[in-house]
């Protein structure tokens, strides 16, 4: 962990956390009916943990550290790199990880492009962040 700038890292998580907020709040429908479920359903399901926050929050993070970690070892730390690197794992591990599961799910080809267009958008944001921001 040492070149790690951590207060990017924490950064970055976090302002993935705020994009997932305004993505899906912007992509509410269309995502609700590919979980085959309403906003009341989830809301009874979740009542008022937290949890679903602290966990994406978490996750958020942990993808960051990740980039942090392999920005560096796959070229020149600059934001462009970090943006490139973001963006080619998210297609290579999480979009098609998604595609394979949604399609044996039968899941519409929006959910997947919902989800897999957040992780992608989200990553190359992060990858931009810890890889641009040096200690």
């Keep these: 962990m040492a070149g790690i700038n951590h207060f990017a890292v924490w950064v970055a998580g976090i302002v993935h956390f705020m994009l997932g ?3 899906y709040t912007a992509f509410s ?8 479920k309403t906003e009341e359903q989830l809301r009874a399901a979740q009542g008022s943990s937290p949890l679903s926050y602290i966990v994406s929050v978490a996750a958020g993070v942990i ?3 990740a980039l942090a970690y392999l920005i560096p070892r796959v070229g020149t730390q600059t934001a462009a ?3 490139r690197t973001g ?3 998210a297609l290579a591990l999480i979009a098609t990880t998604l595609a394979m599961n949604y399609g044996f ?5 929006a959910f997947w492009l919902i989800n897999a267009g957040y992780m992608t958008a989200g990553m ?3 990858g931009a962040i810890v890889g ?3 200690k």
């Design 21 to 23: 907020a305004a993505w």
């Design 29 to 36: 429908r269309p995502w609700l009916d590919g979980v085959g």
């Design 63 to 65: 993808v960051a550290y």
């Design 81 to 83: 790199s970090g943006v």
């Design 87 to 89: 963006v080619a794992l």
């Design 105 to 109: 799910e039968s899941r519409p080809l």
């Design 124 to 126: 190359a944001i992060m």
């Design 132 to 134: 641009g921001w040096k």
